[in-house]
Nanobody, 123 residues
């Protein structure tokens, strides 16, 4: 069992930065690949970024490449999402998730989810 708790969301102006954190419980955190997803009102949950269990590999949706950075600290059981140059279209609830296996960008392969943190970017 893995429990995930996100934090760091908020209301910012376009161009600002935020860093989201996701704290995980359990001793097996380092065996999971971790992902960040987001869901805007009226839209499906979409993949944002993922990181391999060791942190050696990262993946991003095209719309955030060069602006967002995913990282993890396995000693602290935490995964981060650094978001720079935020745009109004980044407004959504952001979720972190943990998966053992599967295609990193697919919602269905993730076994555990956090409750989400709201990010609102004003123009």
């Amino acid at each position: 069992q893995v429990q995930l708790v996100e934090s760091g969301g908020g209301l910012v102006q376009a161009g600002a930065s935020l860093r989201l954190s996701c704290a995980a419980s359990g001793r097996t955190f380092s065996s999971y690949r971790m992902g960040w997803f987001r869901q805007a009102p009226g839209k499906e949950r979409e993949f944002v970024a993922a990181i391999s269990s060791t942190g050696a590999y990262t993946y991003y949706v095209d719309s955030v490449k060069g602006r967002f950075t995913i990282s993890r600290d396995n000693a602290e059981n935490t995964v981060y999402l650094q978001m720079n140059s935020l745009k109004p279209e980044d407004t959504a609830v952001y979720y972190c998730a943990a998966a053992r296996l599967g295609v990193f960008s697919e919602v269905t392969v993730y076994d555990y989810w956090g409750q989400g943190t709201q990010v609102t970017v004003s123009s």
